[in-house]
């Protein structure tokens, strides 16, 4: 069994940044990918990025390409994802998951993650 615990989100204005934590126990081991979701009022959850475990490769939403970047700390057990010049439009619940597999063009399909942990509530407004 695996747990994923998020941190790090807040209430910010916009242009500001937070670098949201998702610190993973149990056994990650045979785990391909790790990524960040988000989940707006009303909206579908959505893939934010993701970490290609395999050869560390990242890839981004449209959206937060060029603002956020995933990153992780082995020895930590900890995935990272730093959120700068954030916008209204970012407010959200953030999501971490982890997945057996890893798919380069289907990452942002949140039925391919196996373990979510509880999110962390990140809102933007001035």
């Known amino acids: 069994q695996v747990q994923l615990v998020e941190s790090g989100g807040g209430s910010v204005q916009p242009g500001e940044s937070l670098k949201l934590s998702c610190v993973s126990s149990?056994?990650?081991?045979?785990?391909?990918?790790m990524a960040w979701f988000r989940q707006a009022p009303g909206k579908e959850r959505e893939g934010v990025s993701c970490l290609s475990l395999s050869d560390g490769r990242a890839y981004y939403a449209d959206s937060v390409k060029g603002r956020f970047t995933i990153s992780r700390d082995t020895a930590k057990n900890t995935l990272y994802l730093q959120m700068d010049n954030l916008e209204p439009e970012d407010t959200a619940v953030y999501f971490c998951?982890?997945?057996?597999?890893?798919?380069?063009?289907?990452?942002?399909?949140?039925?391919?993650?196996?373990?979510w942990g509880q999110g962390t509530q990140v809102t933007v407004s001035s």
């Open positions: 998951a982890v997945g057996f597999n890893f798919y380069s063009t289907a990452w942002f399909k949140s039925h391919l993650y196996e373990y």
């Open positions: 149990g056994s990650p081991s045979n785990f391909y990918s």
